[in-house]
């Protein structure tokens, strides 16, 4: 049910913003970004219980949890970069948009340094 609890409010404020567009363009994208930030307020728990599933599998498989962290890491970089260059878009702004993207897929990749190293020491180890 959470679900609709979402999509619910996600068509009241599309409502609310087609309806204000046209006399406050800044308000509607006002209402937008804080319709966004009240989604993502929605469902934090359920991405803590999808960590702590994950964190589990991590001890059980006996996987470094360093790198489950950097994973994660990464994930919440590309969704928060995502939102930001949607919330450009929104706002008409497509050439920040995509600096915005480029931006995040740029930290996603110093990020992910230290796995693709272990991954090529490993590599290197095996060779001999």
Not at 46 to 59: H, P, R
Not at 72 to 82: H, R, S, T
Request: aromatic share 6%; with cysteine.
């Amino acid at each position: 049910m959470d679900v609709l609890q979402i999509v619910g409010f996600a068509l009241v404020a599309t409502i609310l913003i087609v309806v204000v567009k046209n006399q406050r363009p800044e308000i509607a994208l006002q209402i937008s970004v804080v319709a966004g930030i009240v989604i993502f307020l929605m469902v934090v728990s359920k991405i803590k219980a999808i960590i702590d599933v994950l964190n589990d599998l991590a001890n059980h498989a006996g996987v470094n949890s360093y790198y489950l962290t950097i994973i994660l890491k990464i994930v919440g970089v590309a969704y928060i970069a995502e939102f930001g260059a949607q919330v450009c878009r929104d706002a008409g702004e497509g050439a920040i948009a995509t600096k915005v993207e480029f931006a995040g897929k740029i930290m996603v990749l110093v990020l992910a340094l230290p796995i693709i190293v272990a991954i090529l020491e490993s590599v290197v180890r095996l060779i001999g």
